[in-house]
């Protein structure tokens, strides 16, 4: 099955700073690409995805780019804020859903 | 809108004890997910229906596991046994579409701990 890789666990960056989180796959079936953002104690949520026919995508302060011969997808956060704190996941699809293991990111004020 | 729902929000078994978990999916969303995540981890599929259909039920761990959508919306997920490997938060997930590579719609998750 698929495996996907994702780091670094944590990031701590200064407010205003960019983060980026990085994510690896080994199924080359796989063609579709989402990015939750979970807060504490509450529910995943959808923040961006890709699909493999798609080099990079952008919403407004977040981005996502793949690179299917290397298998591997990042997103990118631009201009942080505190409420950008929370765990994110990346996820990969061929069949089904492979999560990766989650980065927990703090945004310092 | 009403968003995809989960009941109870927290169980405590005893060890040995079955449990059901129940999942309200939003109206009219074929797909519908189960996945379990332990502390500190990303979500893991346990199984997918499409309406009442059972499609693919290979992430489930043992078959102390049973999960059934008899009507093609609620769907309800029953752990026989319960051991304390069992103790996590399950999600449910919820889709519009019949192809899986679309957004899903996550429930708040039952933590379910087991002593």
């Known amino acids: 099955g698929e495996n996907v890789e994702q780091h670094p666990s944590t990031l701590s960056v200064q407010e205003g700073d960019s983060a980026v989180i990085k994510c690896t796959y080994s199924d080359s079936a796989s063609n579709y690409f989402p990015w939750y953002k979970q807060e504490l104690g509450k529910r995943p949520q959808l923040i961006i995805d890709?699909?493999?026919?798609?080099g990079e995508k952008k919403d407004q302060r977040i981005a996502v780019t793949l690179n299917k011969t290397a298998k591997h997808f990042s997103l990118h956060i631009t201009e942080t804020q505190p409420e950008d704190s929370a765990v994110y996941f990346c996820?990969?699809?061929?069949?089904?859903?492979?999560f990766g293991s989650g980065t927990k990111l703090n945004v310092k004020p | 809108g009403a968003g995809v729902s989960q009941s109870p929000r927290y169980k405590v078994a005893k060890r040995g004890q079955d449990v059901a978990l129940r999942c309200d999916p939003i109206?009219?969303?074929?797909?519908l997910f189960w996945y379990q995540q332990a502390l500190g981890q990303g979500p893991e599929f346990l199984t997918y229906f499409q309406n009442e259909a059972q499609l693919d039920k290979s992430g489930l761990p043992s078959d102390r596991f049973f999960a059934e959508r008899p009507e093609g919306s609620v769907s309800t997920l029953k752990i026989q046994r319960t051991q304390q490997e069992d103790s996590a938060v399950y999600l449910c997930?919820?889709?519009?579409?019949?192809?899986?590579?679309?957004?899903?719609?996550f429930g708040p998750g039952t933590r379910l701990t087991v002593t």
């Open positions: 997930a919820s889709s519009l579409a019949r192809d899986l590579s679309y957004e899903q719609y």
């Open positions: 109206s009219g969303h074929v797909s």
């Open positions: 890709i699909r493999s026919n798609v």
């Open positions: 996820a990969a699809y061929p069949r089904r859903f492979y």
